[in-house]
Nanobody
């Protein structure tokens, strides 16, 4: 399974950050797997953002829930992240990942990450 994140790289404050994860070698509709978004701000630990499961159901971190939307395009085998009303505090490397089978917490396959900077 290979995952590749893509996005604009630079987003202005108050705008919406939009990232896409293109998956190859495995279907995003395969049962028992969770497709997550995780980020790492500079100098800080990894932070889990949320996931979408094989049925299309989503679950978000409570701290980011009001600003987060994760969706999928099954035709193109892609998972997307939207984070609204961004601030410089949302600057981070953003990763998409696939979980272990049946485990929504542990992630087995990761993309290489995409740096997203929030700045005017």
């Amino acid at each position: 399974v290979q995952l590749q994140e893509s996005g604009p790289g630079l987003v202005k404050p108050s705008q919406t950050l939009s990232l896409t994860c293109t998956v190859s070698g495995g279907s995003i509709t395969a049962n028992y797997y969770y497709w997550g978004w995780i980020r790492q701000p500079p100098g800080k630990a990894l932070e889990w953002i949320g996931y979408i499961d094989s049925s299309g159901s989503t679950y978000y971190s409570p701290s980011l829930k009001s600003r987060t939307s994760i969706s999928r395009d099954t035709s193109n085998n892609q998972v997307s992240l939207q984070l609204s009303s961004v601030t410089p505090g949302d600057t981070a490397v953003y990763y998409c990942a696939r979980s272990l089978r049946g485990d929504s917490v542990k992630y087995e396959y990761w993309g290489q990450g995409t740096q997203t900077t929030v700045s005017s």
